[in-house]
């Protein structure tokens, strides 16, 4: 599990220096519940934050029908589907489609970025709308 984060970390760090790099006016934030934060620190973060699944990254640029975009990031694609290319049954990965369709239907462009370049493609595609 804790390899699993700290791969899942790494790849948050280098898709937001790509962001920085590639589009510096873009204003994006990413989820910060997966960080080591003191027991006081992590209850009040807890209280401020939505009771849904929420996607890794949000960057926060409009385009085309889109009110922005939505990343939940995997290290890899078997995270998330199995060999016939169906979402896994697994009650976080459901959970986070939930919000990733929610999202979706509230005009955001919504998707699972599963390691660097499929992610990188995506942000390219969507900046690129």
């Known amino acids: 599990m804790k ?7 790494s790849l948050q760090i280098a898709v937001s220096n790509y962001i920085k790099m590639q589009y510096p006016n873009v204003i994006f934030t990413s989820e910060s519940s997966g960080i080591r934060v003191s027991m ?12 849904h699944k929420l996607p890794d990254m949000i960057i926060l640029e409009p385009r085309g029908r889109f009110h922005g975009l ?7 694609r078997n995270e998330v589907f199995t060999k016939k290319g169906e979402y896994r049954e697994n009650e976080h990965i459901q959970k ?14 919504s998707i699972f970025g599963c390691g660097f370049d499929e992610t990188k493609e995506i942000i390219d595609f969507y900046m690129n709308l």
């Open 96 to 109: 986070q489609l939930e919000t990733l369709t929610q999202l979706r239907e509230l005009g955001y462009f």
């Open 40 to 51: 006081g620190t992590a209850v009040k973060m807890k209280k401020q934050r939505s009771n």
């Open 70 to 76: 939505c990343l939940e990031l995997k290290k890899d």
């Open 3 to 9: 390899r699993r984060k700290t791969q899942e970390e």
